[in-house]
């Protein structure tokens, strides 16, 4: 079985910083794609950043653009996120998402982030 844990979430003031970390324990998998999707309450579950590892390419929502840097490591399966400028709309439950080359995708059991204005 693999896990997904993430860390890092928190309370913070807008303008702020946070690092969200995420890493996989368990059964060995690899993946292709790592990611982060946040949920608000009442709102759907939506894509904030994503990394390809073969290609090295990265994908941020238009939302989270020039604020957030998505980075990891391929070979342990861990992705960050590194939230910068942080505005009370970005809060939510965040997800951490493995895309593995055979099977669904995993998910993490989210951590919270909350940006009070």
């Known amino acids: 079985q693999v896990q997904l844990v993430e860390s890092g979430g928190g309370l913070v003031q807008a303008g702020g910083s946070l690092r969200l970390s995420c890493a996989a324990s368990?059964?060995?998998?690899?993946?292709?794609?790592m990611g982060w999707f946040r949920q608000a309450p009442g709102k759907e579950r939506e894509s904030v950043a994503r990394?390809?590892?073969?290609?090295?390419?990265?994908y941020y929502a238009d939302s989270v653009k020039g604020r957030f840097t998505i980075s990891g490591d391929n070979a342990k399966n861990t992705v960050y996120l590194q939230m910068n400028s942080l505005k009370p709309e970005d809060t939510a439950v965040y997800y951490c998402?493995?895309?593995?080359?055979?099977?669904?995708?995993?998910w993490g059991q989210g951590t919270q982030v909350t940006v009070s204005s």
């Open positions: 998402a493995a895309d593995p080359y055979v099977g669904p995708r995993y």
């Open positions: 368990g059964r060995t998998f690899s993946s292709y794609a």
């Open positions: 990394i390809t590892w073969s290609r090295g390419s990265t």
